[in-house]
């Protein structure tokens, strides 16, 4: 495969996490899920085309995983192909002790983000960076059993598709590689977006011995257990759409009543279809609903200086003739978000046979259970409160066994986080955007001198660990060097350790 | 089962690692195990009688813990009953957030053990402290699959037999507790002996959100993957030996050669047989010579002023008539160490129906791969290389399975242990003595202000964390006192910390 060929688009890439659940949570039973990348942005500049030179420089390996890090039956021992890439172009190499750059894949295939991690090339010169890439287990073409529909529709094989054995496979590679390129005494910082942030912070937790520090950008480990309030997700997005226009705030809360009223109308399903310019007929509502809460979602999660996909949104919806009725003004946000199209696929989103949407479901009914819901009236959207219950229910009817919706917090903390990671740990930096929907169950504040929140007012989901452009605000381009000089002192550090303590 | 009727005898309590080890290295494929305790030992006062009082407060209960944390088959939902036992007469209660004190079981039944952490019940009253004793998975009456010799007979069911598996056993028995008990903001302080205190260590480094601090008694933590050279053990064996006594060390040393000679005559079984006073005709002089090597590693790593086990030893090899050739000495040491018998079994430490003989000689062929060994001449005894191969050979045909030699330090880490803990992770105690044989494999420097070793010169094997007696020598009282005052620290800056952090 080659990596010239990748020219995916930014936003898209990162934010599976966002949409999955709002689906989940706005619509438990009828589970929408993501589209296709191509499928879901028709316009807007791309900030994850590699140059082709980056490219060039990739070389693609694959590691024999073991399938099962926490058993000893013989078949724990099957092995599957990992994939992961490699790029020394910039590596000081092993002599030097040059630091290694590992960047944890999520819930995509590896190829689909590793070119929107710009970070890491832009700063690898710097460092003398060798960039590693390692595919998440069950995504791109590191899946075992064959293909994920097959690894997905067995009860058996789906089992060993969780976040411990993702982290042991990571802590394999990196020991692997580190013993083929003698570079024992290099250093490993690994880093992660999103999902792939929350495993990066955890790597770093767990594996201390093996990652040296960990930047988790846009990581919300702390939407979990009740920890964060059900309603801190859309609360952001509201208060994005409040913050940005009162208007399309009002108009926009008050929709789902109109959508309702309408639908119940005699033939109000078609009035509505016809009104959305929709390519089938809608069969319920609540297609409509979800359709148009992820797009709010998308345009808060992702809105970038260099994407205005909220003024976007906003300018259609606030935008629409004098008079208009709130319907209209609605369509008006989904054309001037999605483009001036002959139809709208409500569908968009849900693709099922999309890796993403396929693998991050069952996640998320195993043990990534994030309580996202809302109450009546404390959002701009009608009330879908999270009920475990049936949450629980539908995945048990899904896929055979109940999600453990306190794992996460059993196996990683998360509650009371400062008084645990006060004197434990170091050397995290957990970063986010406060426009991001999922800051809300991000680490905000610094929890020792070494495991410190960097988060920019105007940020979005990810945007630090995205490619620096020459359009980047100035607030973008500080955060990145605050991470950066962070990351740098980290390394300075362990080497003065290192002469200290191998002598 | 009652508390009262437990009258188990101390210096067998924790020592299973010992015997297995020395064994499994010394003659690798015939390996002797653990004999039952009371078959073990024939005089020497018992240090874990526990008072009357004492039983009396001990409450048993049963926890149903999940098979498979780190699966979501359905079979990874099945569940066994874990025994966990309670002393609350001492505790301050929730509301005043005082201490729990987990102690971690290891490699033996429960039962076995925990009377022999006198550490626990002795320093209760001080803290306000509960105290809590889980079970490990798979041995005393916590075991899947109906039996240990079931669970232990099939391919399948003993792959969910390892330590990952039994931390998060503890976690989760740990969290359910203090939700039952409403004690969210009491600390929570694990304790563990020998490979449980490997365990006491891990637990707090992986699971810091549940302990606050971790007392690891003479964990041998660095005793894999080469870290510590593979005759670390055996030289302090011959180092005890030779300090102790000259010509107890020199005898020993000889002996072997000797036993070879007399084994190698027409008749030379029978000689020995006749001459150690077997029980069972020896069907090789391999059956002496780990019979002996045992009762050395037991001297030594057991030696307390309580019980002169080197003393009696050697006593019994140096006082021998004068003139009497070598085997007749060591028969002599036999005779002080073992006491006076019609006859002696020198399969005495194999029972293999024991648990702890049959759960160890599976976790050892799994993944607590110790490489224990000797060269030749480096020690007293004759040359035993750990030849890894051979090791994976016999476990496989064993088990059916390959051990994982580089799993322990994969999931733990070891190596570079300082540079790596200097800056991470706060508060556990590595305690040792230094005339253990497993203090090789300790950490015996402080790591950091607050991973710290605490060892003693005199000391042997877990004797700190043992019930304190009238007779205990100053240095023993010293070390015990440290460990108090370290663990108050702690326990005081966690409720500074608690005040500043809640508000």
Request: charged share 20%; with cysteine.
């Amino acid at each position: 495969m080659k990596m010239n060929s990748l020219t995916y688009v930014l936003p898209w890439l990162l934010f599976s996490l966002l949409l999955l659940f709002t689906s989940v949570s706005a619509s438990l039973h009828n589970i929408p899920r993501l589209g296709l990348l191509d499928k879901t942005i028709r316009r807007g500049p791309s900030d994850t085309k590699s140059t082709s030179s980056d490219s060039e420089d990739f070389k693609t390996f694959f590691y024999s995983q073991t399938i099962d890090h926490f058993n000893y039956k013989p078949q724990s021992y099957a092995t599957f192909k990992q994939l992961y890439v490699i790029n020394s172009k910039y590596w000081g190499g092993a002599n030097s002790s040059a630091p290694i750059f590992v960047y944890l894949g999520a819930e995509a295939p590896l190829y689909n983000e590793m070119n929107a991690v710009g970070f890491l090339p832009d700063n690898a010169p710097r460092f003398n960076a060798l960039l590693v890439y390692i595919e998440h287990r069950y995504y791109g073409v590191s899946i075992p059993f064959g293909s994920m529909e097959e690894a997905l529709r067995n009860e058996t094989t789906r089992g060993y598709f969780n976040s411990a054995q993702a982290l042991a496979d990571y802590a394999e590679v990196i020991l692997y590689l580190k013993k083929k390129l003698s570079a024992k005494n290099s250093p490993v910082i690994v880093f992660g977006a999103s999902y792939g942030g929350m495993l990066a912070s955890w790597f770093r937790l767990k594996y201390p011995h093996i990652a040296l520090g960990a930047l988790a950008s846009s990581a919300p480990i702390l939407y979990f257990d009740d920890i964060t309030p059900q309603n801190g997700y859309y609360s952001i997005v509201t208060k994005d759409f409040k913050e940005f226009s009162k208007s399309c705030y009002k108009t926009v809360r008050k929709s789902w009543t109109e959508i309702d009223k309408v639908a119940s109308k005699p033939n109000g399903l078609s009035i509505l279809s016809k009104k959305f310019r929709t390519c089938a007929p809608l069969n319920k509502s609540s297609e409509l609903k979800n359709y148009l809460d992820t797009i709010y979602c998308i345009a808060t999660q992702y809105n970038r200086p260099s994407n205005n996909y909220l003024p976007t949104v906003c300018g259609g919806i606030d935008e629409a003739n004098e008079g208009a009725d709130v319907l209209s003004r609605i369509f008006g946000g989904v054309v001037a978000f999605m483009g001036n199209m002959t139809c709208y696929d409500t569908n968009v989103y849900n693709d099922p046979t999309d890796q993403t949407n396929m693998g991050w479901s069952w996640q998320t009914c195993s043990e990534m259970v994030m309580p996202i819901g809302r109450g009546s009236n404390d959002t701009m959207f009608p009330a879908a409160p999270f009920v475990l219950k049936s949450f629980i229910d539908d995945c048990r009817s899904k896929y055979g066994v109940s999600p453990r919706p306190h794992w996460i917090t059993t196996y990683y903390g998360g509650q009371d986080i400062k008084l645990v990671l006060h004197r434990f740990a170091s050397n995290i930096i957990f970063a986010n955007g406060l426009t991001d929907p999922y800051s809300s169950g991000g680490v905000l504040e610094d929890l020792s001198d070494s495991i410190v929140a960097v988060h920019t007012a105007k940020g979005s989901h990810c945007m630090d660990i995205g490619r620096a452009k020459p359009s980047d605000p100035d607030w973008l381009i500080k955060q990145r060097r605050v991470e950066v000089k962070i990351i740098e002192r980290w390394i300075k550090q362990y080497h003065v350790d290192f002469l200290a303590f191998k002598q």
